[in-house]
């Protein structure tokens, strides 16, 4: 993120968004990626990086609440939220990323779950990481094999591919901006403004030379009373 990429989106504000967008009653969950997780340490500040993987976790922690997970279904779809991108190769395409991603969770979850402090119930590691593993392939394009994980892995997989899909007012290109409709889950209107915010406030202040830790923490203070 650069200034003037920054300016742009904030200027493009879409017009029907309300002055005040909605808040939420209690801080939704905020878990930021390491940055030795990364496979790529070039990749850290990227569009794609710290700021994006910490900001789906708390889309995905609010999309949990709206589709009633419970506590540990929540954590642990917030947990792949986290790291869904942290094997990307670059910042374009990288097809198989997601699947890069899965496999590295399916070896080092104890290792993720601690440095969050959310123990993962065994039975919810699989589904997260299918879910990263198809968070990158659209519905359409699943192969037979993938079908078959989808159907064992749907609630988590149709939830992260939503929360990333939200954090996409990111990107410098309004036709770019999400898209709810490539999606099969219902997305609340009130969650784009607030996903619109979470976005300008988190780089406005890590560009002000706030640490990511620093930008995320006051980006949740704005989303909640």
């Known amino acids: 993120m650069d200034r003037p990429t920054l ?9 029907s968004f309300p002055d005040q967008p909605s808040r939420v009653l209690h801080p939704p969950l905020l878990l930021i990626p390491r940055t030795e ?35 540990e279904e929540a954590a642990t779809l917030c947990v792949a939220a986290a790291v869904h991108d942290c094997r990307r190769r670059h910042d374009r395409d990288d097809v198989g990323h997601g699947r890069r991603a899965a496999r590295w969770f399916a070896r080092h979850h104890q290792m993720v779950s601690r440095a969050f402090g959310h123990q993962l119930p065994p039975a919810l ?14 519905y359409g394009a699943f192969s037979a094999d993938q079908v078959r994980a989808y159907g064992r892995a749907r609630q988590f997989t149709d939830l992260l591919k939503a929360a990333d899909c939200l954090d996409r007012y990111r990107l410098p290109l309004d036709r770019w901006w999400p898209d709810t409709r490539r999606l099969r889950i219902r997305v609340p209107q009130w969650l784009h403004p607030l996903a619109f915010d979470l976005v300008t406030s988190s780089e406005q202040r890590r560009l002000d030379g706030a640490s990511p830790v620093e930008a995320l923490t006051h980006a949740r203070q704005i989303l909640y009373r």
Do not use: C, K, Q
């Not at 300016?7 to 017009?15: A, Q, V």
């Not at 070039?42 to 997970?69: Q, T």
């Open 7 to 15: 300016d742009w989106i904030t200027s493009h504000r879409p017009s």
């Open 125 to 138: 590691i699989a589904p997260a990481a299918t879910a990263m593993a198809l968070h990158d392939v659209p």
């Open 37 to 71: 997780w990364f496979a790529d340490v070039r990749l850290v500040d990227s569009i794609h990086g710290v700021l994006h993987g910490a900001r789906v976790s708390v889309l995905a922690s609010l999309l949990a609440v709206e589709h009633g997970l419970n506590r």
